[in-house]
């Protein structure tokens, strides 16, 4: 054959090879069809297994009531019962080991999360009370006036 028919046939019988070795260097052996169609069946089958070992980071608030009663009761009879505890303190996996204590975020951005007046007309997220952040007492926490465990009552 010519050179010039040859030598662009060699640069794709290499680029061909190097992808095969490259996939099977790196895709992992467990990788391919594991069921009965792609639909389902195409996925890396020992993914399921490092799934089911994934440590969940939230516990749920009846974890806190045992040692934190009186926060859980009050939160319970608020206008925060739907809120979980760990959605304002963070995941609780290991407390109170580690960490000892949770961290407590008094940032106005806590609560702006949630209050702050968004148009969102026929969303939810537009029916929960509202105010205007660089209005509504902007220097302060809220906290400091809001109980957040009790936000009907001061703070
Ligand atoms: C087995 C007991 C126990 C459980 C269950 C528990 N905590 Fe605690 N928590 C403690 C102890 C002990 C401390 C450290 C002493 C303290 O500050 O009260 C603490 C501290 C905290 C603090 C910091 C208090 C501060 O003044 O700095 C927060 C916030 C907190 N816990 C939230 C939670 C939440 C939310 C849950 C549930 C998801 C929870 N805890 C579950 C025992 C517990
Ligand atoms: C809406 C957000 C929010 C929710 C929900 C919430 N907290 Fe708090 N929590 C705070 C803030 C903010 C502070 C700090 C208050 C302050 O410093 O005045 C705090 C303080 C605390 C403290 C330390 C001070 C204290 O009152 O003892 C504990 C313990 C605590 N929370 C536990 C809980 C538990 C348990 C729940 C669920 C039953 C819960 N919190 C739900 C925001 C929240
Ligand atoms: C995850 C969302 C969320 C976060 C974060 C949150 N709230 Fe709320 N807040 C709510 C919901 C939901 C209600 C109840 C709305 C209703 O009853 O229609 C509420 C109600 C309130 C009310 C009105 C109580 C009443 O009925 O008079 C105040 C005030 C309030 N929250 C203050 C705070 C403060 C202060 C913080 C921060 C420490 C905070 N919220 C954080 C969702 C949130
Ligand atoms: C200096 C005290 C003070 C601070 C700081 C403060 N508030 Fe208020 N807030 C009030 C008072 C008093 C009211 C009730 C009178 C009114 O509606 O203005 C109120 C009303 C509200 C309401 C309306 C409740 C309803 O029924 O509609 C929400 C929501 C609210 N505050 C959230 C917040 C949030 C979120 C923050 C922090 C970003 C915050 N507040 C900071 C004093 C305060």
Redesign the pocket.
Known sequence: MKNHILRPLWVAILLVSAILIARGLYVPDDFGVNGRNFTYGFHRKGNIEDWKAFPVKYRGRDYCKECHEDNYSSVSDSAHAVIQCENCHGPALGHPDNPEALEIDRS?GL??RC??DLPYPGSQRGD????N?DE??PD???A???NPHN?EQEG
């Not at 929960?128 to 105010?131: N, S, W």
Request: proline content about 21%; some cysteine; charged content about 10%.
């Open positions: 106005r609560c702006l209050h702050a929960l009370p509202a105010i952040p509504h007492n302060t926490p809220c400091d006036c809001h936000p």
